[in-house]
T-cell receptor, first 115, second 111 residues
Framework: GAVVSQHPSWVICKSGTSVKIECRSL??????MFWYRQFPKQSLMLMAT?????????EQGVEKDKFLINHASLTLSTLTVTSAHPEDSSFYIC???????????FGDGTRLSIL | DAKTTQPPSMDCAEGRAANLPCNHS???????VYWYRQIHSQGPQYIIH???NNETNEMASLIITEDRKSSTLILPHATLRDTAVYYC????????????FGGGTRLMVKP
């Protein structure tokens, strides 16, 4: 089955630093990747949609300058949380979509803790 | 995207079938019904999806009513490892039509 790898699985860092999260589709080409955020006891909230070779589309209320998304190839998208602060602490999850009509497949998430 | 309605929680005895309902009365003709589940602290796992016909795979069965306004996910022999939050989502499934996660159903499988 389709596999999406997300790295790192967890990270702890100091306030003010930037953190990069990678999302890779291992056995299929992902025309589109999605980034979600999930706070404790809440559902997943879509942050942005990323298409290979073009700028990401951000959901309302998500700061594009704070959450930088790069989708440089059909198998890799990265999310960089710039100048992270404690309120950015959350569970970040990516998903990848191959062909239309087929299901999105999700990574195992990255738990980000900002001290 | 059409909205879905699911019960917030359900219990099921281990070894019995778990039947999880979902209402999607405003579903459009070109929208699929997707089911995912999320086990604590993991990313959502794809289970099954369908458009009109009932579907079955190694994990579950999906029963969609003829008018497509509701569906049921069936786990035929629930195990403790099936304890998770189950999400029913309707979507066109293309790049411009993302998945919108609601509250889901928290299924607790009990010994």
């Amino acid at each position: 089955g389709a596999v999406v790898s997300q790295h790192p699985s967890w990270v702890i860092c100091k306030s003010g630093t930037s953190v990069k999260i990678e999302c890779r589709s291992l056995d299929f080409q992902a025309t589109t990747m999605f980034w979600y955020r999930q706070f404790p006891k809440q559902s997943l909230m879509l942050m942005a949609t990323s298409n290979e070779g073009s700028k990401a589309t951000y959901e309302q209320g998500v700061e594009k300058d704070k959450f930088l998304i790069n989708h440089a190839s059909l198998t890799l998208s990265t999310l960089t949380v710039t100048s992270a602060h404690p309120e950015d602490s959350s569970f970040y999850i990516c998903s990848a979509l191959g062909q239309a009509g087929q299901p999105q497949h999700f990574g195992d998430g990255t738990r980000l803790s900002i001290l | 995207d059409a909205k879905t309605t699911q019960p917030p929680s359900m219990d099921c005895a281990e070894g019995r079938a778990a039947n999880l309902p979902c209402n999607h009365s405003t579903i459009s003709g070109n929208e699929y019904v997707y089911w995912y589940r999320q086990i604590h602290s993991q990313g959502p796992q794809y289970i099954i999806h369908g458009l009109k016909n009932n579907e079955t795979n190694e994990m579950a069965s999906l029963i969609i009513t003829e008018d497509r306004k509701s569906s049921t996910l069936i786990l035929p022999h629930a195990t403790l490892r099936d304890t998770a939050v189950y999400y029913c989502i309707v979507s066109r499934g293309d790049a411009g039509n993302m998945l919108t996660f609601g509250g889901g159903t928290r299924l607790m499988v009990k010994p």
